[in-house]
């Protein structure tokens, strides 16, 4: 009986070292441990940088991991042009502006690098900011470029209240610290403030399409109403240069078939902290109410 236990047990030790084997190998096939962009030494190369998605703080779409990339890009000896490639609906002024500024650092500090942005399906809003920071902007015919404007959206709950009978209690130390509460009835003055906030970044918005796009915007009545445009209306309008996809950039506008990616991608303990952080915000959230600020999108 002792040795059948003993052969039953280094079996079963055998077959749990087999199966461990066999997880490790599929998590370094599939996980991406590592943060960081992809990088060639040797040879000329196309320089690649992702924005996709919201242009927000924290994670890939923050202004942080987009100029981090950026930089890196522009520093390596081996980069003869870059393309940023945009995928976004837009997201935060401040964010949008400080890719923004860092583009334009860049290109004056390194004038023989060129940077032209490859917008796939969307370039709206903070996104369509950062994009004419470019020295060209290429498009899809059927991309969606524009929404040149800012909102800020909410909800009010007074009615609901009322017949719930719910009562609200807010108590505050200066007269505006409850702005646009949504469970408080609408202040007309409190609207017409946040009118004037809206209405500055509007202008700071149109200020940067016009010094970007120069002489090569047509504008109409209705270009910085908030309207999008497809890829071809866009280039008729001025709000783009051409067609084109990164890889047409790459071999025929930079003259650098090779791509390299510089993108900074979160390792696997950055994605499942996001992860913790973005849960917590939004049990907070559901705590607090909330009204949604400024945003390009």
């Not at 032209?116 to 969307?122: H, K, P, R």
């Not at 004037?196 to 202008?203: A, F, N, P, Q, Y």
């Not at 071809?232 to 791509?259: C, F, H, N, P, W």
Request: charged share 25%; with cysteine.
């Amino acid at each position: 009986m002792l040795q059948e236990q003993r052969v039953k047990r280094r079996w079963g030790i055998f077959f749990k070292l087999i199966g461990f084997s066999y997880l490790l190998a599929v998590l370094l096939l599939f996980v991406d441990w590592g943060g960081g962009s992809e990088k060639l030494v040797n040879g000329k190369h196309t320089a690649l940088v992702h924005i996709n998605g919201t242009i927000a703080s924290g994670g890939e779409g923050s202004a942080e991991s987009i100029n981090e990339a950026l930089r890196s890009a522009f520093d390596d000896k081996e980069t003869a042009g870059i393309v940023l490639r945009v995928n976004s609906p837009g997201g935060s002024p401040v964010q949008a502006g400080i890719v923004h500024d860092e583009i334009r650092r860049l290109r004056s500090k390194h004038p023989q690098i060129s940077l032209y942005v490859v917008v796939e399906d969307l370039c709206a809003s903070g996104g369509y900011y950062v994009a004419v920071a470019a020295d060209k902007i290429f498009v899809d015919k059927a991309s969606i470029v524009g929404s040149i404007g800012v909102l800020m959206d909410g909800f009010g709950f007074t009615g609901t209240m009322d017949k719930l009978g719910v009562e609200r209690r807010l108590l505050t130390a200066g007269v505006n610290k409850g702005f646009l509460d949504p469970f408080s009835p609408q202040d007309a003055e409190q609207k017409k403030h946040a009118q004037v906030l809206l209405g500055e970044i509007h202008r700071q918005f149109i200020e940067v399409v016009r010094k970007g796009r120069g002489e090569r915007l047509k504008e109409t009545p209705e270009m910085f109403s908030g309207l999008m445009w497809t890829g071809m209306q866009s280039i008729r309008l001025g709000l783009a240069d051409d067609l084109g996809t990164v890889e047409s950039v790459a071999r025929e506008v930079i003259k650098a078939e090779r791509i390299v990616d510089f993108t900074i991608k979160e390792n696997i303990a950055e994605r499942f902290a996001k992860r913790l952080r973005a849960d917590a915000a939004q049990s907070a959230g559901s705590l607090l109410g909330a009204i949604d600020w400024p945003a390009l999108r």
